[in-house]
Structure formats: structure tokens, C-alpha cells
T-cell receptor, first 113, second 114 residues
């Protein structure tokens, strides 16, 4: 079973700062997801990646398959970026049925004005 | 918004009761996964349904059961509720069961068991 570790658990930063959230996992994957969860619970998918790098607006996600590590970066952070950011992985499909996503515990990000 | 809806949004039940939660998947999606998120924790995989069949299950007891209907909407049923079942229940739909498809999450149902 895959284990997913995120760091830091909590992060408070000032508006405009460059933010990095890290994710490490233990076994091979077919895809890694970065998700955003606001108070109240709803989850929004930010990125799904299996190699390289993806960019969407001020968000950048990278993955290093050999090192089993991914990072989520936020440039020019803003108070509306305050949320919980969750890393989740799907293990390589073994043919025996899906095992769903395995989630990290999340990083609580607060951006102060 | 993702197009995935869940009902009800909130629910309070008593220990020992049974509950049914519902999820409507996004148009064109045939796969629904259910997750339980306890307070302060990441979601845990309960099970997945693909074309009306259970396609995989996490470490949850048999009193957690599900259904998927021909329109690919889904239900999660929990029997003999326990206090530890209090959590946010999330469903996610995807275009297929394979790992390369993005999952779209619903807003969740918050269940409180007293």
C-alpha cells in the first residue's frame, strides 16, 4: 500500500510570497493529484500528473518519478489561496481492481494580507 | 463546479441506525469512488463502482455497502452506525476506472453520529 507524506503540515505566509508544498510517496504510481479543499469540505482538483511539470495560472506542479516526490508551488500568493492542499496518488493498476486514491493528510496554508 | 452532486449536505443520525448517501456523477463518467474523511485527516478510500459493479474496496467493514445505477449515479449505505462513522463522505466520478483519468469530487455529505 502506498504511503503519502506531505510537508509542511501547516504554513503561514505573507501575501506575495512564493509557496512550496512537498509530497513524497513510497511505491510506484500511475498518477499523482494535487487537490485544494476549502472550509466546508468541497475538493477541487488542481493538477493530475504522471511526469514532468504542469502550470495553471500562478500554480505550478512538478513530479520526479525516480525520487517519488512532487511539489506544488504558488507564485505571488494571495489570501484567497488560503486552503488545505492535498496530495493524492493512484498506485499502478495491478489488474486486481482499483484501490482508489491514497491521500496525504494535507497542508493547511494561510496567506495573510 | 464539477457537475458532481451529493445529497444530503448534512445529516445527523443515532448510533445503530442506517444511512444512505447519494451521488450523481458528471455527465459521461461511468466510475464513482467513495471516500471517508475524518476531521483533520486526509480522505480514505471506501470503494469504487465501475459500470454498476464494485471494482475495488478499501479497508472498510461490510456494513459499508454501495450501489451504482444504470445512469451511473451511486449510493453509499452504512448500517449499524458507530460514533467513529462521523465524517465527511466524498464521492468522485471519473471517465473510466483506469488510473489516467482525473477524478471530479462532489461537495460532500457531512454525517454526524450521536
Amino acid at each position: 500500500k502506498n504511503e503519502v507524506e506531505q510537508s509542511p503540515q501547516n504554513l503561514t505566509a505573507q501575501e506575495g510570497e512564493f509557496i512550496t508544498i512537498n509530497c513524497s510517496y513510497s511505491v510506484g504510481i500511475s498518477a499523482l493529484h494535487w487537490l485544494q479543499q476549502h472550509p466546508g469540505g468541497g475538493i477541487v482538483s488542481l493538477f493530475m500528473l504522471s511526469s514532468g511539470k504542469k502550470k495553471h495560472g500562478r500554480l505550478i506542479a512538478t513530479i520526479n518519478i525516480q525520487e517519488k516526490h512532487s511539489s506544488l508551488h504558488i507564485t505571488a500568493s494571495h489570501p484567497r489561496d488560503s486552503a488545505v492542499y492535498i496530495c493524492a496518488v493512484r498506485s499502478r493498476y495491478s489488474g486486481g481492481g482499483a484501490d482508489g486514491l491514497t491521500f496525504g493528510k494535507g497542508t493547511h496554508l494561510i496567506i495573510q494580507p | 463546479e464539477t457537475g458532481v452532486t451529493q445529497s444530503p449536505t448534512h445529516l445527523i443520525k443515532t448510533r445503530g441506525q442506517q444511512v444512505t448517501l447519494r451521488c450523481s456523477s458528471q455527465s459521461g463518467h461511468n466510475t464513482v469512488s467513495w471516500y471517508q474523511q475524518a476531521l483533520g485527516q486526509g480522505p480514505q478510500f471506501i470503494f469504487q463502482y465501475y459500470r454498476e459493479e464494485e471494482n475495488g474496496r478499501g479497508n472498510f467493514p461490510p456494513r459499508f455497502s454501495g450501489l451504482q445505477f444504470p445512469n451511473y449515479s451511486s449510493e453509499l449505505n452504512v448500517n449499524a452506525l458507530e460514533l467513529d462513522d462521523s465524517a465527511l463522505y466524498l464521492c468522485a466520478s471519473s471517465r473510466s476506472r483506469a488510473g489516467g483519468y482525473e477524478q471530479y469530487f462532489g461537495p460532500g455529505t457531512r454525517l454526524t453520529v450521536t
